[in-house]
């Protein structure tokens, strides 16, 4: 018996609109999608550059990796702030 483990990704409905309509990123974000997509970029870098440096000096009592995980990605996280 052959198990297959994978995830996929769902891309957010906001995410999903804004890449078929980026003319309408000004609109409902306040800045054009070339800015979005870097900022996208630059916030994940961010978070994985933080996560890094907090994992450094933790103390773990249970192995890395387990516990709750989060929900929402760094791109969701980013929209539904600049939406709101």
Do not use: W
Not at 38 to 67: N, P, Q, Y
Request: hydrophobic share 35%; aromatic share 4%; proline share 4%.
């Amino acid at each position: 018996m052959v198990e297959l483990n994978f995830t996929i990704k769902q891309m957010s409905i906001i995410r999903e609109f804004i890449d078929q309509n980026p003319q309408e990123t000004k609109r409902l974000l306040g800045m054009e999608y070339p800015q979005l997509i870097d900022l996208i970029k630059s916030a994940e870098l961010l978070d994985e550059k933080r996560r890094r440096e907090r994992d450094k000096t933790k103390i773990r009592l249970i192995k890395s990796g387990s516990g709750c995980p989060s929900k929402l990605s760094v791109e969701d996280r980013l929209l539904l702030t600049l939406m709101g």
